[in-house]
């Protein structure tokens, strides 16, 4: 497909337990964000890609969060101990940085924690 | 501490008058300004940018009207359409080169028929 692709669109798991979130940019798109949308809330950022490597990794919460995006494509959000309060739609972003802020996300996957 | 403010959760609105949807910041170091749409079930897309050395961008029916003084930014839509009904975040880039947008909590636009 043409678009931002995430799977899987919804994960239901227990608390403790450990999850990976995929994301699949648009080809040709260096620059790969993950945001985390809590119910109510607009996307929180959590970390940006350039390439292979964190360029920013701030918004990640805790430890428990890790990402890697290990040939400059395809990313992994994992989440380790899974608590309640991660529950929420985790957004993948990619751009070509062609204009500011101008970000294609995919559909999310959301992720409940019981 | 929210940085981008969008005060107002809802707004309805006649199809073919105009939506007015508003957004306060409060941290003045944001190079741009940016409004998202999004769908249920749809992640946000991109609808319209201005740069904060500008005070009015428009594109098509959508116009951003930016106040720096008021640390204010307005998205103009008319004529309203039915397909407009979505939530609305706005959202800011902080100077710099960060590539870390910060967003509003949304706006639920209603247009109806």
């Known amino acids: 497909g043409a678009g931002v692709s995430q799977t899987p669109s919804n994960k239901v798991t227990e608390k403790g337990k450990y999850v990976e979130l995929r994301c699949d940019p648009i080809?040709?798109?260096?620059?790969l964000y993950w945001y985390r949308q809590s119910l109510g809330q607009g996307p929180e950022f959590l970390i940006y890609f350039q390439g292979t490597g964190a360029a920013d990794d701030s918004g990640l919460p805790n430890d428990r969060f890790f990402a890697v995006r290990p040939e400059g494509s395809v990313s992994t959000l994992k989440i380790q101990r899974t608590e309640r309060g991660d529950s929420a739609v985790y957004l993948c972003?990619?751009?070509?940085?062609?204009?500011?802020?101008?970000?294609?996300f995919g559909e999310g996957s959301r992720l409940t924690v019981l | 501490d929210q940085q981008v403010k969008q005060n107002s959760p809802s707004l309805s609105v006649q199809e073919g008058r105009i939506s007015i949807l508003n957004c306060d910041y409060t941290n003045s170091m944001f190079d741009y300004f940016l409004w998202y749409k999004k769908y249920p079930a749809e992640g946000p897309t991109f609808l319209i940018s201005?740069?904060?050395?500008?005070d009015k961008n428009e594109d098509g029916r959508f116009t951003v009207f930016l106040n720096k003084s008021a640390k204010h930014l307005s998205l103009h839509i008319v004529p309203s359409q039915p397909g407009d009904s979505a939530v609305y975040f706005c959202?800011?880039?902080?100077?710099?080169?960060?590539?870390?947008?910060?967003f509003g909590k949304g706006t639920k636009l209603t247009v109806n028929p």
């Open positions: 080809s040709g798109h260096t620059a």
């Open positions: 972003a990619s751009s070509l940085s062609a204009r500011p802020g101008e970000l294609f």
């Open positions: 959202a800011a880039l902080p100077q710099g080169g960060s590539e870390k947008l910060v």
């Open positions: 201005i740069s904060s050395i500008k």
